[in-house]
T-cell receptor
Framework: DAKTTQPPSMDCAEGRAANLPCNHS???????VYWYRQIHSQGPQYIIH???NNETNEMASLIITEDRKSSTLILPHATLRDTAVYYC?????FGSGTQLTVLP | DGGITQSPKYLFRKEGQNVTLSCEQN?????MYWYRQDPGQGLRLIYY???????QKGDIAEGYSVSREKKESFPLTVTSAQKNPTAFYLC????????????????FGAGSRLTVL
């Protein structure tokens, strides 16, 4: 299974864009990249996923590099409610994620 | 509303006792999963089931058992053989069968927190 590497923590000012990076250099050609977030002591919430092309939905944008070895989740206008742990994962393998703290 | 229901939300048990955590979904999803989460850690896969009457071990299956007699239900039993059972347990389901079958978005329940005294 592919392994992921994410920074353990990041801060972002409220109203600014939050850019969360993920390295997945061992991902195979048919594995999608999924992003979830988890607010303390709740079940993870699906955000977005992609295979090769960049994707956008009402929550976020996903930028995947051409070689598919890394991706970036973009929250265009972060709010305090976006404070959570963000997981980047291929298949069903979760790493430790990035704790995003949105500051007022 | 469709979703996944886990019960109980909190559970306390004495060491050496088996406990069963319930997971029910009304999403008509084929696949179901159980994860364990320890404080400050990510999720680790315990068991998953792609179809009724079939299930596979995940990364940390030792000390756990499951059954999948109905499409809607995937209970997890934490046995006395599990050395450190205190954790947050999460159940999930997905439309697609299997972990590698293309797009496979997981829907999670709210979790069950087990504390062994």
């Amino acid at each position: 299974d592919a392994k992921t590497t994410q920074p353990p923590s990041m801060d972002c000012a409220e109203g600014r864009a939050a850019n969360l990076p993920c390295n997945h250099s061992t991902i195979s050609g048919n594995e999608y990249v999924y992003w979830y977030r988890q607010i303390h002591s709740q079940g993870p919430q699906y955000i977005i996923h992609g295979l090769k092309n960049n994707e956008t939905n009402e929550m976020a944008s996903l930028i995947i590099t051409e070689d598919r070895k890394s991706s970036t989740l973009i929250l265009p206008h972060a709010t305090l409610r976006d404070t959570a742990v963000y997981y980047c994962m291929p298949t069903a393998t979760f790493g430790s994620g990035t704790q995003l703290t949105v500051l007022p | 509303d469709g979703g996944i229901t886990q019960s109980p939300k909190y559970l306390f048990r004495k060491e050496g006792q088996n406990v069963t955590l319930s997971c029910e979904q009304n999403l008509n999803h084929d696949a179901m999963y159980w994860y364990r989460q320890d404080p400050g850690q990510g999720l680790r896969l315990i068991y998953y089931s792609q179809i009724v009457n079939d299930f596979q071990k995940g990364d940390i299956a030792e000390g756990y058992s499951v059954s999948r007699e109905k499409k809607e239900s995937f209970p997890l039993t934490v046995t006395s053989a599990q050395k450190n059972p205190t954790a947050f347990y999460l159940c999930a389901s997905s439309v697609n069968r299997g972990l590698l079958s293309g797009a496979n978005v997981l829907t999670f329940g709210a979790g069950s927190r087990l504390t062994v005294l």
